[in-house]
Structures are given as C-alpha cells and as structure tokens.
C-alpha cells in the first residue's frame, strides 16, 4: 500500500496492519504531527491488542514519560477508538 500524507492514521482505520505502529510513532517522536504521548500511547495500546512484539516495550518506553492521568486518557481513548473503528484491531 502506497502511504500518502496522512495516510497511515486512514490505513490503520481501515485495519492496514504495516500502518496502525506508524501513527503511534510519528505521535512519540513528533514526525510530521506536534507530539502527543497520550495519542502515541492510545496508538500502542492499540497495536498491542493485535499482538505486535514489540509494541510493549515502545507503549512503556511513553509511559516513563506520562502522568498517571494522562495514561488514563490514552487507555480510555484506546477504548473509544476500538469501539468506533473495530477494524483497528484483528488483520
């Protein structure tokens, strides 16, 4: 899939397993998008539901960074994006 601006958070939307790590990351390093731990970390919990190796580590790593408030955010953000978009989760 050819990727576009803005096209991965519309990928991941649409379950693009290869695009739903990348929102999350352009979220923590602040790459094209203002930098956002609490949207990077709704992104890597999301990715760890569908079972990405890796993504634990990364969602932690954020998590150093945050509030426990703002970790709430991001799990109940997490939550509501799931629920209206249930293709983020599963291939």
């Known amino acids: 899939m050819n990727y576009k601006k803005g096209g991965f958070k519309k990928a991941a939307y649409k379950g693009y397993a290869?695009?739903?790590?990348?929102?999350?990351?352009r979220c923590n390093?602040?790459?094209c998008v203002p930098q956002d731990y609490v949207r990077s970390h709704m992104w890597y919990n999301i990715n760890t539901a569908n079972g990405h190796e890796n993504i634990p580590k990364n969602r932690n790593n954020v998590a150093?960074?945050?509030?426990?408030?703002?970790?709430?955010?991001?799990q109940?953000?997490?939550r509501e994006m799931v629920e209206a978009n249930p293709k983020l989760i599963g291939e």
């Open 18 to 25: 290869n695009a739903k790590n990348n929102p999350a990351r």
């Open 29 to 31: 390093f602040g790459k």
């Open 76 to 78: 109940k953000m997490a």
């Open 64 to 74: 150093r960074k945050m509030t426990s408030d703002q970790i709430a955010e991001a």
